[in-house]
């Protein structure tokens, strides 16, 4: 099934949500209009906007206090992919020149600091304080996780609960941020609100993991970014971990390329020997395990169309490409 016709719910309010992005670029600084009109124009899926719209859709449903919200996840996925691009000096992302790479650090730095400021006026317009400190609380979580990462960078002795952690506060929590802030919003009660948190982390988890076994099996060309950049930065991602697991020795690539603190050879030979082994179905059936707890309670939900969307995601999510 097409991401299109998951968020068929929400179709013509994405759309919105869509039309009042490009605007964001419309500043008085013409520098400044540059970096948010080529940042906004990435190619992302919109995937945190369709959770906040599709967690509200059950409940008392105002788009002109759900779009503010919707924007606001989407600018700090936005912010901190821009951070995250710096902090890797990565060259590429979606297919073309990163802002660090064509503005500089500087340059990219600030743009991200301007669109997590931008992310934090949106959510006030929503007047909701529940809502609003969620904001700070997500940056605070997302933040303590990319020190994480790299304080962890080609460090052997991590476990499966250091990952997990890891990408729960990277990239889980901004789902969570998606979908929380969604059924607030919609006056969703105390029962909806939780079953929409854990839908957004579970969800959240289950997303990394795919993104992390992409970047073992997926081409350049579908990622729009190098396969095995996560490898070559010294990230232990779970194909990884189970590599090492499954091979032990001292001529396990994983082993070798983080002793060497990098080394391509090794790169290739740990993704060669990953798709020639059951660890890529075994990293997918623990993303889809993810992906069945994110469901589980749906079925407390309303019976709308919507819900039936957020079950489809989940699907979507582990048979995805890109």
Request: net charge negative; glycine share 6%; aromatic share 6%.
């Amino acid at each position: 099934m097409k991401l299109s016709d998951i968020y068929q719910p929400v179709q013509e309010d994405l759309a919105s949500v869509e039309a009042e992005l490009k605007l964001v670029s419309q500043v008085e600084n013409p520098w400044l209009s540059e970096l948010l009109e080529y940042s906004l124009k990435g190619g992302g899926k919109r995937i945190r906007p369709i959770l906040t719209l599709l967690s509200a859709r059950s409940y008392n449903y105002d788009i002109d206090t759900l779009m503010p919200m919707a924007m606001a996840v989407e600018l700090m996925h936005l912010a901190t992919l821009v951070h995250d691009d710096t902090i890797d000096n990565s060259a590429v992302r979606w297919g073309r020149p990163t802002i660090n790479k064509l503005w500089g650090t500087e340059q990219a730095v600030l743009l991200g600091d301007y669109l997590f400021a931008q992310a934090g006026e949106l959510v006030a317009k929503t007047d909701n304080l529940a809502v609003i400190k969620l904001l700070p609380h997500t940056l605070m979580i997302i933040t303590s996780g990319e020190i994480a990462q790299s304080r962890s960078a080609f460090n052997l002795e991590q476990t499966r609960e250091h990952y997990l952690h890891r990408i729960a506060s990277k990239t889980a929590a901004l789902f969570i941020l998606a979908t929380e802030s969604g059924a607030i919003l919609s006056d969703a009660p105390k029962e909806g609100v939780r079953i929409m948190i854990d839908y957004g982390r579970n969800l959240g988890i289950a997303f990394q993991i795919v993104d992390d076994i992409l970047d073992f099996i997926g081409t350049e060309e579908e990622m729009g970014k190098p396969v095995g950049s996560d490898l070559s930065q010294g990230t232990l991602t779970l194909p990884a971990m189970l590599l090492l697991e499954r091979y032990p020795g001292e001529d396990n690539p994983v082993k070798q390329l983080f002793q060497a603190r990098g080394g391509s050879q090794y790169v290739s030979q740990a993704i060669e020997q990953a798709r020639n082994s059951p660890i890529i179905e075994e990293c997918f059936r623990v993303a889809a395990g993810y992906c069945d707890h994110a469901c589980q309670r749906l079925d407390r939900l309303p019976d709308t169309e919507a819900r039936r969307s957020l079950y489809e995601l989940a699907d979507f999510i582990i048979n995805r490409r890109v």
